[in-house]
């Protein structure tokens, strides 16, 4: 019989812009982490006579979307960042990259060139919320062990 364990604190991610910094994530503050590949990579055409036509796509880009506690320093960093790329020059907003790094499961994503969808939202309730923050990035590499 095979076992296998998960654990979100084995996850351990980085987020950084070579002009604002970066932040280190390890479960603190943090709901889920996401990452979505956008290209699919197969496409067919079918011809008059019935024939199908298979092409490989090429791209890896995509979007990776961080849910954090509403009061958490990820939470405040990502605001920030925000803050930042919306007023610095516009050659400095698909700049962030993150490495999202699972050693129990044997993988590391690497994104490159990524910016942000839009700014979260902001949930005022009784109790305290999560946020999203949507990433799309234009490179999205998933490196197995």
């Known amino acids: 019989m095979s076992v296998s364990t998960y654990s979100f604190k084995d ?4 987020i950084s812009h070579p002009s ?14 996401l990452i979505a590949k956008s ?21 890896n880009n995509g979007i990776v979307t961080i849910q954090a506690q509403q009061t958490s320093g990820l939470h405040k960093f990502l605001q920030g960042m925000f803050n930042y790329l919306v007023n610095a ?3 400095e907003w698909a700049q962030i990259s993150m490495t999202v790094k699972s050693t129990n499961m044997g993988k590391t994503h690497y994104c490159s060139y990524g910016a942000f969808q839009k700014e979260s939202d902001n949930p005022y309730q009784t109790q305290g919320q999560k946020v999203s923050w949507a990433l799309p990035f234009a490179d999205i590499q998933n490196i197995a062990a």
Not at 39 to 56: C, L, P, Q
Request: net charge negative; hydrophobic share 35%.
């Open 11 to 14: 996850v351990v991610a980085t």
């Open 39 to 59: 290209t699919e990579r197969t496409a067919t055409d079918i011809a008059a006579d019935g024939s199908v036509m298979i092409s490989k796509v090429e791209g």
């Open 20 to 33: 604002y910094g970066s932040y280190s994530i390890q479960g603190e503050g943090v709901g889920e982490i």
């Open 89 to 91: 020059d516009s050659s």
